[in-house]
C-alpha cells in the first residue's frame, strides 16, 4: 500500500513538473513588447518614477478632452474602437493603469480605488487638463467615479460602462481573476500561463464570444507577461472594495451616462440601475447582445449614444 501511495506521490509530482515545463511563461521586460503594442502614438511618460504608457490624440484646442480608463486585466488598446470614432473631432487620452497594460506595477503595491484616482488627476495635471470627461469600463468606472468623487470640480462629465461601485453578486467570473484571488496558486501563475486561460477569460466577458480573435488573445496573454503585472494582479484582487461607497456615489452631479452589457455575467446589468438610482438625472443604455466589455466588442454601436450624449451635453 504504502509502495502504491510513493508511486503515486511520484506520477503527480512529474505530471506537476510536465505542466510546470509546458505553461512556462516567465515574465518578459517591457522593452520586449513595445514593437508590438506601442507603436505610434504610443508615447511613455514618466510619473512619480514610473513610466506610463499612453496614446493621446485629436484635436489640443479641445477644452475638455475625453479621457477613457480600461479595466482589470485589460490596456488601453480595449478603447481603439472609440478613439478611432471621436479623434477627429475630440482630444482622446487613453493610458495603461498602474498592474497592467506595459506600465506594468507601482512601487508601492497599492491598487485601492482612491489610489488610481489620485494617479489619474495627477497624470492629467502633467499633461496640463484641469477639466476632461472621463469615462471608464469595470475598474476603470470605478475610477472614473471616485475621481468625480474627490475632485467635482474638474470631472465635466462622467460615462460608466460596466463600472464596478455598488455591490453585486457576479453569476461568472473570469478563471484569471479567480486564479489571482487564491494565495499560493497565483504565486504559480507568476511563472505558468497557459494561453487557453487567457482565452477562457475573454470568453467569460464577451456577450458573443465568436467576436474574439486570435490577436485579442496574444494582446492579453502578452501583456499579462510584462514584469511585474501578474503579481501586481494579484494584490490588486486583494484590494478590491466593492459596495462600500454608496453614499459617495450619491455625490455626484455631473452629467452621466450609463452604458452596460446585457449579457454581462460579472458585473450584472442590476448594478447600472443603482448607478441610475444614486445619480441624480443620469441616463442610462443597455445594449442587449453583449458582454462585460461592450465598448470593445463592438465599438461602434456604443459609441454612438457617446457622441449624442457628448452633443446634448455641450459646455
Known sequence: MRAL????????????????????????????????????PSQFIELDGQLVHLRDEGPRDDPEPLVLLHGTGSSLHTWEGWARALRGTRRVIRFDLPAFGLTGPNAAGDYRGDTYARFVLALLDRLQVPRFVLGGNSLGGEVAWRTAVL?????????????????????????????????????????????????????????????????????????????????????????????????????????????????????????????????????????DDLGHVPHEEDAASTVTPVLQFLQRHKS
Not at 511563461?25 to 522593452?31: G, S, T
Request: hydrophobic fraction near 50%; charge should be positive.
Open 5 to 40: 501511495a510513493l508511486k503515486l506521490l511520484g506520477a503527480l509530482l512529474f505530471l506537476s513538473a510536465l505542466a510546470m515545463w509546458a505553461f512556462r511563461a516567465p515574465d518578459r521586460p517591457v522593452e520586449t513588447l513595445v514593437a508590438r503594442w506601442a507603436p505610434p
Open 151 to 287: 475632485a467635482p470640480q474638474r470631472v465635466a462629465k462622467l460615462i460608466l460602462v460596466d463600472a464596478a461601485g455598488p455591490d453585486f453578486r457576479s453569476d461568472s467570473v473570469p478563471a484569471g481573476f479567480l486564479i489571482a484571488r487564491v494565495p499560493v496558486l497565483n504565486r504559480a501563475f507568476e511563472y505558468i500561463l497557459p494561453r487557453a486561460v487567457v482565452a477562457a477569460s475573454l470568453h467569460n466577458v464577451y456577450g458573443d464570444p465568436s467576436r474574439i480573435t486570435p490577436e485579442l488573445v496574444d494582446r492579453h496573454y502578452e501583456l499579462a507577461l510584462r514584469e511585474g503585472n501578474r503579481r501586481a494582479l494579484g494584490q490588486r484582487m486583494q484590494q478590491v472594495q466593492r459596495g462600500a461607497d454608496a453614499e459617495r456615489i450619491a455625490t455626484i452631479r455631473v452629467p452621466t451616462l450609463i452604458l452596460w452589457g446585457g449579457r454581462d455575467r460579472l458585473v450584472p446589468p442590476s448594478v447600472a440601475k443603482a448607478f441610475a438610482a444614486a445619480i441624480p438625472g443620469s441616463e442610462v443604455v443597455l445594449f
